[in-house]
């Protein structure tokens, strides 16, 4: 408290002239902290000018400084003459990115801890107090520059001359649409396009012809490409259906057991999707209908499918309703059957939306 | 002509003069080289993520050099054996050319990954400092807005960044973000749809998330920090209460020179603590996630971890959706309310905080004293409740490797998280209430009667009783003066007032000679040294 | 870690008829107890049926078959019951899981099961090679079955970047990028594939064990699937990251919290060494 008091008396100190003959450095360099209103209450060098611990700090310092030129002479060796190229197993290539890490890293730690030694150990202690000087801005500065404000704002007279303001009001807000229409108008795009939120690849195609499922190679499937108890992913058999253009028609191609397919069928009754079985063969979108990720985590046992994302399960013998988890709604099913030629077809496209939920599915 | 001879003693000088003449510097750099900062570990954090984001430019900038935004089809052909001969975007390709082609890429990109993940991470510890602190309350609120705007916008930053590679994670992060606007109602596909430009994913975000990711979000940070930098140094940092500081006054060092080369030093620290990690951790390898492919999805695809709060939230929250019967239909499914409500709340309740603060304790004061977080309990109460909310949805973000890697179930895992959040953060008020009282309490008794010395004295009667040394000479005689908490610690150990000798040094083992004197700032040794004498420093104190 | 990812040396080294002598004795031991307890169990068992009557309705039997049912009528009648045919609430029957079942069950040490609990665990195998060819054989006689093809290396033929997009289709959505395992639905799991060998990832494939959903030869054919194991084995197991250390590869939780352990830890020393601590 008290080196504060103290500290308010120096306010009104004369200042020193720093002319005076005889001044130390110290004392100018005191002068001008006072003028910034600090007073440098405790300068203490922390070691002895030519003493041992000086010496030995000072080999400290420097020993840091060349560890850091021999790690960065290191790192360039290693990044020109270091193999670096690929080559799959193990080998001496994979070494080349930690050992960069490693050279790279201590020789900044090098000199920054040098730096920081130094700054620390070497240099005086000090202790210096600065005036905040807050609140201390004077009452009429305040009232001058409100004053000039408004009287600034007077003299433009809107208040007078209406007129002048709403126009400029309403000419100015046209302005500002303009600015802002391209980019919202450049970049917005209609949701419904082609009615692309409620279809996918699997629509049959303009002569009605039926859409194949195939696989990611592009070969159609048969029945007896699955095993019982196995699953594919499959596309749409058009063109790119096998890319990200049909990001929402990837679906898992299921090939039940007798007893869980037996089950499957009464679920399907149930919801008026009788025939959209094909034997113990079902067909479910494989997007999420929570957030979209490939649910596709299949346990064939208990015919649970899982997604990895947020965890939702789905019972795939129940029409892939929900069981647990964030989802609320059941993967749609995709109807299928068997062509004359003995490949799976879409009956039809989904008649569920596919992927996660949006405001206006109806 | 005579040829003046040239004095190269005097070029710096001349220099000087010369620019000073031109530009009147002198002062304000005076001013500038002199302005003290206070000294405290706790305020080195938010340097952390200033340093880790410069960091962050750098390397980014190199990154540029080689990554091709675009979401063109090409057939990779590069030296990663495992997929030469797999179709995959532009955007991927360079990525891995990065990784594989480009010596000492890899390094690189690492770096700059751990950067991005350290920028977050330090700004949510400083965060945190501030706030236990109290440091954001009157004249502070404009930089913890700035602080927490920060935040979200690094969040952003980091969210394009780790779209941008392309790669199966990227790309499912990219599939539910479009989920999300999605699930936003009334709007949702049209925000989608003009976003991704058309239906997902189309062939242009991987550009637009490019542009936004090196230029549009930098430039908000720069700006961002830039201001809240000057808004550091116009208010003048807090400072902790001690001997001799004051609401007042700032007591530290000055910028020049120590404060800054300490600061110079430990940028170099932060940007070694990068490099040793981006080359010695590997972080992100997306050669093994493979091309992003909207069938394709691997088991634990998680966000980065300033996100796994939202991942988590999602993942908690129970499927429940609300059906509107107008019309055809309308539904607002279970998505929106964790990804985009819940981080709607946190921004409002975050920048709002100091303001409710104020509003509730009638605190219309400037106040530039850090407190001890114990010394208000209800706000570091209130912060614990905050921080247990955090980290249980951080933890459901990653709910399915701790169940596979701990052997639970990940359904139990669920279900103890959906508890959790309803249970754990008013547990944590309770405790952290109770444990500032009863440090508060403890500080008192030590005020009151002194601090334990490990003595224990046989009185006469046979009882026994331990030797307290009280902290104040007594002014009635019988050893107990007690002294008025004034907001800093409380010496609790003998060696901390003197009475065993000064506490021996050193930071992981002691140093053999003991301390000249203990010393800390604003409190300066009881007996000057004569060196102080000649330097001429001794007599402002007096 | 779990102890399974420790051992894959050995295993493999026991796949291939180069035992660890320790392990093995170990195990012999272990096995006796085993076969002394199962013995008291199949006693009764014998005690009640006529010897004679259940010779007369089997098939004729290999020499390795038979030496296979006598192992089975050791360990497994308790559960799979007699001539395999399944145990209502304890064990399935096994008529037509074929031998490639068999190798993966016994092989892995998924079979004897320990106890019953949501899942087997794979533990160091109870059979010695040899017994375990055995025994598949002995399943594969009495009710035919996929087979696992000769030979130790199953991917010599095999083509990494063909298996990185199949691994990446069929089986990284539960096993993850790494082949490190996945959480599955109340405490199931996808184990991790370091561990497996060549025989028992096609054994897998063929068969689809517990909740795997099986992946016959029609839908990945036998050079798909050496694909594949030679993505398991040499990009995911055998290729070193060359990236450093990786963290386990279980993706950004693990970075999210080295970024905390080790950047900020280290930091926050840093800084409480360069200023002040009151």
């Given amino acids: 408290m008290s080196t504060h008091t103290e500290h308010q008396a120096q306010q009104g100190r004369e200042p020193l002239d720093v002319n005076t003959p005889g001044l130390t450095r110290f004392d100018i360099v005191r002068e001008g ?35 850091t030129g021999l790690l960065a002479t290191a790192f360039l060796v290693i990044y020109i003459w270091w193999p670096w190229e690929y080559a799959p197993g193990r080998g001496s290539d994979k070494y080349f990115t930690p050992l960069l890490g490693v050279t790279l890293g201590l020789s900044l730690l090098g000199v920054g801890f040098g730096i920081l030694a130094w700054g620390k150990k070497l240099l005086p202690k000090e202790v210096s107090i600065q005036d905040r000087h807050e609140g201390a801005v004077a009452e009429d500065e305040r009232t001058i520059t409100g004053q000039t404000m408004v009287y600034m704002a007077d003299e433009l007279g809107v208040k007078r001359r209406p007129l002048l303001g709403a126009s400029l009001l309403l000419g100015l807000a046209p302005v500002g649409a303009v600015a802002a229409a391209p980019l919202v108008g450049g970049l917005i795009s209609d949701p419904h396009k082609n009615n692309q939120m409620f279809t996918t690849g699997f629509a049959p195609a303009e002569g009605g012809q039926k859409i194949r499922l195939i696989r990611e190679d592009g070969r159609p499937v048969r029945p007896s490409d699955i095993s019982a108890g196995g699953q594919l992913t499959v596309f749409p058999g058009v063109e ?24 499957s069928r009464k679920a399907n009754e149930r919801v008026g999707h009788g025939d959209y079985m094909w034997g113990n063969y079902a067909a479910f979108s494989k997007i999420c209908t929570h957030a979209g990720c490939p649910a596709s985590l299949y346990e064939q046992q208990t015919n649970r499918l899982l997604c990895p994302c947020h965890q939702s399960q789905f019972l795939i013998t129940d029409n892939a309703r929900p069981v647990f988890g964030p989802a609320s709604r059941r993967l749609p099913q995709l109807p299928i059957e068997v062509d004359s030629e003995g490949f799976f077809v879409a009956k039809s496209d989904y008649t569920e939306t596919v992927g996660p939920d949006f405001w206006e599915r109806p | ?50 340093f880790s984001f410069i960091v962050l430019l750098l390397t980014g900038t190199f990154l540029t050099f080689f990554f091709e935004p675009s979401m063109t089809e090409v057939v990779y052909d590069g030296s990663y054996a495992p997929l030469r001969g797999t179709p995959m975007s532009a955007a991927y390709a360079s990525s891995l050319d990065l990784s594989f082609e480009v010596r000492g890429g890899l390094i690189m990109r690492q770096m700059h990954h751990w950067a991005a993940l350290l920028f977050m991470a330090a700004i949510v510890v400083h965060m945190l400092r501030v706030f236990f602190t109290g440091a954001f309350r009157k004249p502070r609120e404009t930089n913890w807005i700035i602080g927490s705007l920060l935040f979200w916008v690094g969040f952003l930053a980091g969210f394009t960044g780790y779209s941008l590679p392309d790669d199966g994670l990227s790309g499912t992060g990219l599939r539910i973000a479009s989920a999300i606007m999605l699930s936003i109602p009334v709007i949702g596909s049209w925000v989608t749809s003009s976003i991704f430009g058309g239906e997902f994913p189309g062939t242009i975000i991987i550009s637009r998330f490019f542009i936004a990711h090196v230029l549009l979000i930098p430039a908000l940070l720069l700006a961002l920090i830039s201001v809240h930098l000057g808004l550091v140094f116009k208010q003048k940092h807090t400072q902790w209460p001690g001997p001799g500081r004051t609401n007042g006054n700032v007591v530290g060092e000055r910028m020049f020179p ?45 966000p980065d971890w300033y996100v796994m709060f939202l991942d988590g939230s999602t993942r908690l929250m129970p499927a429940w959706q609300i059906n509107i019967p107008i019309g055809d239909g309308y539904v607002i499914p279970p998505l929106f309310w964790p990804t985009v409500v819940l981080p709607g709340i946190l921004v409002g309740l975050s920048t709002l905080y100091p303001f409710l603060e104020a509003r509730h304790l009638k605190d219309r004061k400037s106040h530039n004293l850090l407190q001890r977080p114990r010394d208000v309990p209800a706000r570091t109460a209130a912060g614990a409740m905050a921080v247990s909310f955090y980290v249980v949805l951080t933890l459901s973000g990653a709910n399915d490797v701790i169940a596979d890697k701990f052997q639970i179930s990940l359904n139990a895992m669920t279900w103890a998280g959906r508890i959790g959040l309803l249970i754990v953060p008013p547990l944590a008020y309770y405790v952290t209430y109770r444990l500032c009282l009863g440090l508060q309490q403890h500080d008192r008794e030590v005020l009151a009667h002194g601090v334990e010395t490990g003595i224990i004295r046989r009185m006469p009667d046979g009882r026994f009783v331990e030797v307290h040394q009280p902290l104040s000479a007594a002014p009635h005689g019988d050893g107990h003066g007690e002294l008025e908490y004034t907001g800093w610690v409380v010496p609790k150990k003998m060696n901390r007032l003197g009475a065993l000798g000064p506490a021996v040094r050193g930071f992981f083992y002691p140093i053999e000679k003991p301390a000249e004197a203990p010393v800390s700032p604003g409190h300066p040794p009881v007996e000057p040294r004569p060196e102080r004498e000649e330097i001429g420093s001794g007599e402002s104190r007096r | 870690m779990t102890s399974e990812n420790d051992r894959p040396r050995g295993l493999l080294a026991r796949l291939r008829g180069r035992p660890a002598a320790r392990s093995r004795g170990r195990r012999r031991l272990g096995a006796a107890v085993r076969l002394l307890a199962a013995l008291a169990l199949a006693g009764g068992a014998y005690t009640l049926f006529a010897p004679g009557a259940q010779a007369q309705d089997s098939a004729p039997l290999s020499g390795a078959a038979a030496e296979g049912k006598a192992l089975f009528d050791v360990s497994c009648v308790t559960c799979h019951g007699r001539n395999a045919q399944g145990v209502e609430g304890r064990g399935p029957s096994l008529i037509g899981v074929g031998a490639a079942s068999v190798e993966f069950q016994v092989s ?32 594969q006689e009495l009710g035919g079955g996929p087979v696992v093809p000769e030979g130790d290396n199953l991917h010599e033929e095999g083509n990494v970047a063909a298996g990185g997009e199949l691994f990446r289709i069929n089986c990284s959505q539960c096993h993850a990028f790494g082949g490190g395992g996945g959480a599955l639905s109340s405490g199931k799991f996808a184990p991790s594939l370091r561990p497996a060998s060549d025989r028992q990832i096609y054994a897998a494939m063929l068969s689809g064990p517990q909740n795997m959903p099986v992946f016959g030869d029609n839908q990945l054919r036998p050079d798909q699937k050496a694909d594949i194991i030679a993505y398991i084995q040499e990009t995911l197991k055998h290729d070193q990251d060359p990236g450093g250390f990786n963290l386990g590869r279980y993706g950004p939780s693990t970075e999210g919290l080295a970024i905390f352990l080790v950047g900020i830890v280290a930091l926050v020393f840093a800084s409480l060494w360069i200023a002040g601590k009151s």
Avoid: C
Avoid at chain 2, 1 to 21: E, T, Y
Avoid at chain 2, 24 to 50: C, M, Y
């Fill in chain 1, 33 to 67: 902290a006072r003028r910034d209103d600090i007073e440098i209450v405790h300068y203490e060098p922390q070691v002895v000018a030519g003493s041992k611990a000086e010496r030995r700090l000072v080999r400290l310092v420097a020993g840091l400084f060349l560890l």
């Fill in chain 1, 240 to 263: 790119h259906g096998v890319s990200n253009r049909h990001a929402d028609s990837p679906t898992l191609l299921i090939h039940l057991r007798d007893s869980d397919a037996q089950e």
């Fill in chain 2, 1 to 50: 002509m005579k040829r003046r001879k040239f004095d190269l003693a005097a070029v710096p000088g001349n220099s000087a003069v010369a620019l000073d003449d031109r530009f009147q510097v002198a002062t304000p750099l005076r001013r500038l080289l002199n302005k003290v900062f206070p000294d405290h570990w706790s305020f080195l954090l938010g340097e952390i993520a200033l």
């Fill in chain 2, 258 to 302: 120590r404060y800054a080369i300490k600061q110079g030093g430990f940028f170099m620290v932060v940007f070694g603590v990068i490099a040793l990690m981006g080359g010695l951790f590997q972080i992100n390898p997306i050669w093994l996630f493979g091309p992003y492919e909207a069938w394709v999805v691997s088991a634990a695809s998680q």
């Fill in chain 3, 108 to 139: 892995s040490g998924r079979m004897p099961l320990a106890r019953q609990e949501a899942q087997a665990h794979r533990k160091p195998p109870l059979f010695t090679d040899e017994q375990t060819r055995q025994l598949a054989q002995y399943i």
